[in-house]
């Protein structure tokens, strides 16, 4: 089984979280997740995030402190994620962000974070969100 390393974004901005929706014919598709993408060998995990966000969403953002880290297997896909979470921000000079590489983009509602719409490798960072917000 094969590990990908993912670097993900946490983007809060007015009380909102930014997630995307995964696109059809990807591993769980039609799930929200908080946005970001693989880190590819020898890159640095906020580099790859700030260029995933950049290719899948079209935005302009800078990766702070990491916030929470998951390890998670997926056995129906044979492999495992190591997720690095990541406080981040979109620069001020950033478009909107708008669905590029993934079906549907969101700004919700921390409370309207439900955990059976989100990837199961999401979902403890759910909560640490919803706390921080709270």
Known sequence: MRTLLVAAAI????????????KEGSHLAGLWEVPGGKVE??????????????E???VLATAGE????????YDDAGKAVLLLFFE????AASPAPEPI???EVAWVPVRDLDPS???PADVAVLEKIRGRLS
């Not at 983007?11 to 995964?22: A, D, P, Q, Y």
């Open 66 to 73: 990491v916030v929470e880290v998951t390890f998670h297997r």
């Open 117 to 119: 719409r989100f990837p």
């Open 88 to 91: 981040a921000a979109l620069a």
């Open 41 to 54: 060998p020898g890159e640095d995990p906020r580099e790859a995030l700030a260029r995933e966000l950049r």
């Open 101 to 103: 590489d993934v079906a």
């Open 56 to 58: 899948e969403l079209g």
């Open 11 to 22: 983007i809060v901005e007015e009380g909102r979280v930014l997630v995307s929706r995964r």
